[in-house]
């Protein structure tokens, strides 16, 4: 099974601009020991970005990820609480 490369956007954006600047794609891959989708992703992804670009969208993906988390815990609190105060709620006796 192959490795799966984790390279960060500070080492793909220069592999980018390498293909922009003509570099062909299988090349880029095989140096790299990527495939060809995952160029492609990439280049979906990150394409026509700066590193300071790639470090904000970094930073941002990481905050909403955070913001995700608190909505999806406060809804199951509301949930438990709706739970709790329902009248279908079994009290122990």
């Known amino acids: 099974m192959a ?5 960060l956007p500070e080492q793909i954006i220069p ?13 880029l891959c095989r140096e790299v020991g990527i495939s060809e989708p995952t160029l492609y992703k990439w280049k979906a992804k990150y394409g026509g970005m700066d590193l300071p670009d790639a470090r904000r969208l970094k930073m941002l993906e990481t905050e909403n990820r ?4 608190i909505v999806a815990d406060q809804t ?5 609480l709706k739970a709790v105060n329902s009248k279908n709620f079994l009290r122990p006796e």
């Open 3 to 7: 490795q799966r490369k984790n390279l």
């Open 15 to 27: 592999l980018l601009k390498r293909h922009e600047a003509g570099e062909r794609i299988g090349d």
């Open 66 to 69: 955070r913001l995700k988390q």
């Open 76 to 80: 199951l609190d509301i949930q438990a």
